[in-house]
């Protein structure tokens, strides 16, 4: 098995850019996936395969890769977007999947 | 419109057993793996246990193996997870969660509401 890292918080203001990190030794060989929960909600998948974004989600919300770390973007932040936010992955063979800790973002 | 909506969760006490259900419409349930996913108050995200489209293979989180049996029923449209032996730690919502990718990404498509399991004396 093997860990993703996540800061526990980010915090911006309103139409700022907040950007989140997950970092993991495998991850130059394996995709990241995003979810969003807010307060009392399922999660909701943001982003997959480190920057497919699904439909429906807006395009504010962007996703890149260097190295071991991948970063969930969100380009002029909106009160709504206030949620923790979680990576990812699995093992090569896909028969364990890992998230990281999540990542509180606050809209100041 | 895809929905999955998840049952079974209850206050058991430890070294009981509890049964949960994720009943799934919008889509067609044979193709696809599905997974549980649960979440401990106040805490992350916890992948438990995945099931193929087929049946097998199966795979679970060490926290998991040996006491609990993942299933499904394609003609009921339906996944199940038999929970044993369960402890305090067991205490989380249980998310019934659609899995898809390829050779090179798996993820959770779409997710339940969840279900309450609590293990308490």
């Known amino acids: 098995s093997y860990e993703l890292t996540q800061p526990p918080s980010v915090s911006v203001s309103p139409g700022q850019t907040a950007r989140i990190t997950c970092s993991g030794d495998a991850l130059p060989k394996q995709y990241v996936s995003w979810y969003q929960q807010k307060s009392g909600q399922a999660p909701v998948l943001v982003m997959y395969?480190?920057?497919e974004r699904p439909s429906g989600i807006p395009e504010r919300f962007s996703g890149s890769s260097s190295g071991t770390t991948v970063t969930l973007t969100i380009t002029g932040v909106q009160a709504e977007d206030e949620a923790d936010y979680y990576c990812q992955s699995t093992d090569s063979s896909h028969s364990y999947v890992v998230f990281g800790g999540g990542t509180k973002l606050t809209v100041l | 419109e895809v929905q999955l909506v998840e049952s079974g969760g209850d206050l058991v006490q430890p070294g009981g057993s509890l049964r949960l259900s994720c009943a799934a419409s919008?889509?067609?349930?044979?193709?696809?793996?599905m997974n549980w996913v649960r979440q401990a108050p106040g805490k992350g995200l916890e992948w438990v246990s995945y099931?193929?489209?087929?049946?097998?293979?199966?795979y679970y989180a060490d926290s998991a193996r040996g006491r609990f049996t993942i299933s499904r029923d394609n003609a009921k449209n339906s996944m199940y997870l038999e929970m044993n032996s369960l402890r305090a730690e067991d205490t989380a919502v249980y998310y019934c969660?659609?899995?898809?990718?390829?050779?090179?990404?798996?993820?959770?498509?779409?997710w339940g509401q969840g279900t309450l399991v609590t293990v308490s004396s």
């Open positions: 395969k480190d920057r």
């Open positions: 969660a659609r899995g898809t990718g390829d050779g090179y990404t798996y993820y959770f498509d779409s």
């Open positions: 919008g889509f067609t349930f044979s193709g696809y793996s």
């Open positions: 099931i193929s489209s087929t049946t097998s293979p199966i």
